[in-house]
């Protein structure tokens, strides 16, 4: 286990990934803060809840990697339906 707090956002985070939850914060404003931070990054809101995200987004950007010695993959860009942009792989 790390040394990092089993509360500090990143830790919460990951344990919703475990559990195969996208989890997001938002303020009390409803900007919606990703990837997990202590303050919202627009109002500086420190008050921060967790919810889960429905897993629905548009693709922004995508690019396929060709690595030499490895199996092609794609990365994309996704516009969260909840309100924020994330990067993932796509295998």
Known sequence: MS???LDSPDATYLR????GVLTYQTCA?????FPPRLACPRCHDAALTWGPSDGRATIYSATT??????????????????GFRMMSRID
């Open 3 to 5: 040394s990092e707090s």
């Open 65 to 82: 990697i060709t690595p030499r010695d490895r199996d092609p993959y794609t990365v994309v860009l996704l516009d969260v339906d909840e």
């Open 29 to 33: 404003r409803g900007h919606a803060v």
């Open 16 to 19: 919703g990934l475990r559990d």
